[in-house]
């Protein structure tokens, strides 16, 4: 009970200036940290029967403020809304003392909260679609990434480019794929959204996909056999449907990638040259945005008969959706932004 709260009832209690609502805080905090309502009632001088209505106001409104007369809830003033997008901007929770790595509208309740003031979490929903925010999730740019690596990756990707030698370039990634469903976005009327993963029978297979972001296609293959295989069979699948054109591969420096049987197959197939990316770098993989497309609508917050229907369904996604918007999934605006970047000093 309370006790995912305790830093943000922490927080309101150190900060909070009127003398009442500070004692129902302390009470919430003592709670969150362990003690019991009985005791917690005994120390603030008040009934077992009030510490519980505290508790259960605090999880319907996340609020024990006195409410005001006219019975409106607090507003986000011009001056809160200037506070909020130089939060967004900035994204740095953690240097107003906020372990997290970026804002929700929990950390955002957190911040306001540590300055005394309390909006509710959906005020700030609410609040923030009405200006234009999105929701989204993050997407991740590893801190041992090398700016400068990165940034030789990208010219000598478009120095080859504009030599005009390859006419495909194709992004190539992998990743696990379950019969079990994994969680995702979702709206819901309660207070939580929960999604039944049945464990009994679960079965994990890798999916190899392929994006080719000249034309807009995608080639994939899901498989429960070892990775190199898997991996092979895809690279087969690409030279039966591009046999006689010269193609660019570009992937990220997984084991796999480098086995000898694979460092065969580039030998034996000169027409794919093999070009991979820098460590740490999933951002620079076109690919890596197609798997993110693929767990959205497809993958999240299902459950599977097997890793065969997965295939097919992948299979079928792949095939109906159109080479515009594979395009504009596959976007090579990551690297294309490091051509104009200067390396850290």
């Not at 370039?169 to 976005?185: C, H, K, P, Q, W």
Request: neutral net charge; hydrophobic residues 35%.
């Amino acid at each position: 009970m309370l006790e995912g709260d305790s830093d943000i009832l922490g927080d309101l209690y150190k900060n909070c200036k009127d003398a009442r609502e500070k004692i129902r805080y302390a009470a919430l905090y003592a709670v969150s940290r362990g003690n019991d309502v009985k005791t917690v009632a005994n120390i603030m001088a008040v009934e077992e029967s009030t510490v519980y209505d505290w508790i259960h106001r605090w999880e319907e409104e996340r609020n024990v403020k006195d409410k005001p007369r006219s019975g409106r809830p607090e507003k986000i003033t011009g001056e809160d809304e200037k506070e909020i997008r130089e939060l967004l901007d900035e994204n740095d929770p953690r240097k107003h003392g906020i372990n997290t790595s970026a804002y929700t509208t929990r950390e955002l309740q957190i911040y306001f909260a540590q300055k005394g003031k309390f909006i509710a979490e959906e005020t700030l929903r609410v609040h923030l679609v009405n200006t234009g925010a999105h929701y989204v999730k993050a997407q991740l740019v590893y801190k041992e990434g090398d700016l400068k690596r990165q940034i030789e990756f990208a010219h000598n990707f478009a120095f080859l480019l504009e030599r005009g030698y390859f006419t495909k370039i194709m992004f190539l990634d992998e990743m696990a794929v379950s019969t079990s469903a994994r969680n995702g976005y979702g709206w819901t009327y309660s207070q939580r959204l929960v999604i039944g993963a049945p464990q009994s029978h679960v079965e994990k297979a890798n999916y190899f996909g392929a994006v080719e972001v000249t034309e807009g296609a995608i080639i994939e293959t899901v498989r429960k056999s070892a990775k190199t295989d898997s991996f092979l069979h895809l690279l087969h699948k690409i030279k039966a449907k591009y046999p006689d054109d010269r193609m660019l591969i570009l992937m990220d420096n997984g084991a796999v990638h480098h086995s000898s049987k694979v460092d065969k197959f580039f030998r034996e197939n000169d027409n794919m040259k093999p070009l991979f990316l820098p460590p740490y770098s999933p951002e620079m993989n076109a690919e890596e945005y197609i798997h993110n497309a693929l767990r959205e609508k497809l993958l999240n917050n299902r459950n599977f008969r097997s890793t065969k229907q997965i295939g097919l369904l992948i299979d079928r996604f792949a095939k109906r959706m159109p080479s515009e918007m594979i395009r504009s999934i596959a976007t090579l605006i990551p690297i294309e932004a490091l051509l104009s970047a200067q390396p850290q000093l």
